[in-house]
T-cell receptor
Framework: GAVVSQHPSWVICKSGTSVKIECRSLDFQATTMFWYRQFPKQSLMLMATSNEGSKATYEQGVEKDKFLINHASLTLSTLTVTSAHPEDSSFYIC?????????????FGDGTRLSIL | SQQGEEDPQALSIQEGENATMNCSYK?????LQWYRQNSGRGLVHLIL?????REKHSGRLRVTLDTSKKSSSLLITASRAADTASYFC?????????????FGQGTTLQVKP
């Protein structure tokens, strides 16, 4: 099956730091990637849809200036949490999709656990 | 709402028993997908069932779809302790050209050895 690699898997940093998370599609060209966050014992919340070569589409309530998304190539999307604060601590998960989108599953990375001190 | 609603929220069974999880949704779909999430990991795709299909099998998994009732079920037969995970259904409404999915709260399955 398709493989999506997410890095780092775990990061701890001080408040005010910016943190970059990478999501790579290893064996297919992902024109679309998705970013989710998940709090303990809760479901995945879709943050944004990342489109190769264009601006990301953010879900309502997600601050685009806080969560910067770049999808510069067909195999890499990055999420940067800018000036992170303790409330940004969460489990961030990416997924990749390819056409035809109406009948293809998403392929998920293993997530990044972010802890802000 | 575009998400599926899973039922029950939690399920605890003994190893060897079957586990059934249900999913309901509100608007018409292109397909419905089931995913599994082990604790602290990403989601793993299990089965995608198209709107014109009624049943699909994959190993010990059986998924049914009733579009008239807007519902689906996932059956895991002869469960194992390794099946302990959260299970999510995701209706694909085809309303966008990106394959965007919205996830519900899921069913947390515990299989006791």
């Amino acid at each position: 099956g398709a493989v999506v690699s997410q890095h780092p898997s775990w990061v701890i940093c001080k408040s005010g730091t910016s943190v970059k998370i990478e999501c790579r599609s290893l064996d297919f060209q992902a024109t679309t990637m998705f970013w989710y966050r998940q709090f303990p014992k809760q479901s995945l919340m879709l943050m944004a849809t990342s489109n190769e070569g264009s601006k990301a589409t953010y879900e309502q309530g997600v601050e685009k200036d806080k969560f910067l998304i770049n999808h510069a190539s067909l195999t890499l999307s990055t999420l940067t949490v800018t000036s992170a604060h303790p409330e940004d601590s969460s489990f961030y998960i990416c997924s990749a999709s390819r056409p035809p989108y109406s009948n293809q599953p998403q392929h998920f990375g293993d997530g990044t656990r972010l802890s802000i001190l | 709402s575009q998400q599926g609603e899973e039922d029950p929220q939690a399920l605890s069974i003994q190893e060897g028993e079957n586990a059934t999880m249900n999913c309901s949704y509100k608007t018409s779909i292109n397909n419905l997908q089931w995913y599994r999430q082990n604790s602290g990991r990403g989601l793993v795709h299990l089965i995608l069932i198209r709107s014109n299909e009624r049943e699909k099998h994959s190993g010990r998994l059986r998924v049914t779809l009733d579009t008239s009732k807007k519902s689906s079920s996932l059956l895991i037969t002869a469960s194992r302790a390794a099946d302990t995970a959260s299970y999510f259904c995701a209706p694909n409404h085809g309303s966008s050209n990106t394959g965007k999915l919205i996830f519900g709260q899921g069913t947390t399955l515990q299989v006791k050895p």
